[in-house]
Nanobody, 122 residues
Framework: VQLVESGGGLVQAGGSLRLSCAASGVALNNVTMAWFRQAPGKERAFTAAIWSSGFQFYGDSVKDRFTISKNNARSTVYLQMNTLKPEDTAVYYC?????????????????WGQGTQVTVSS
C-alpha cells in the first residue's frame, strides 16, 4: 500500500486549500481513509475520516470548515479545507485502515503517507 499526499502550501487566513491522497495497493471501497495533522511540538491529531460506505467524520476543530471525500475509481481521497486559520498550520497525513471503528486513533492505522505541509499566515 502506498499513499501519496499533495496540495499543501502557504495560504492566508480565510483562504482555502484542497489536499489529495493518491492510494495504490488498496481499494478505497474496502478501507477507512483518514486525514490526521501534526503541528510542531504536538501529537498527531485526528482531522477527518471517511468509511468505505462514504460516511464522514470530523474533528471538532474542523467541523463545518473541512470536507473529506473520495473517488473510488480514481483511488483518491480529498480534504477540502475552507476558512483556514493559523492554528490549522500543520503537516497533514493521509492514512488507511481496515474496518470502520476506532477511526480517530493513530495506532489503528497501518498505512500512512509522507505528509504535506499546510501553512496558514495571519
Amino acid at each position: 500500500v502506498q499513499l501519496v499526499e499533495s496540495g499543501g502550501g502557504l495560504v492566508q487566513a480565510g483562504g482555502s486549500l484542497r489536499l489529495s491522497c493518491a492510494a495504490s495497493g488498496v481499494a478505497l471501497n474496502n478501507v477507512t481513509m483518514a486525514w490526521f495533522r501534526q503541528a510542531p511540538g504536538k501529537e498527531r491529531a485526528f482531522t477527518a475520516a471517511i468509511w468505505s460506505s462514504g460516511f464522514q467524520f470530523y474533528g471538532d476543530s474542523v467541523k463545518d470548515r473541512f470536507t473529506i471525500s473520495k473517488n473510488n475509481a480514481r483511488s483518491t481521497v480529498y480534504l477540502q479545507m475552507n476558512t483556514l486559520k493559523p492554528e490549522d498550520t500543520a503537516v497533514y497525513y493521509c492514512a488507511a485502515k481496515y474496518g470502520p471503528y476506532s477511526y480517530t486513533e493513530v495506532a489503528q492505522y497501518r498505512h500512512w503517507g509522507q505528509g504535506t505541509q499546510v501553512t496558514v499566515s495571519s
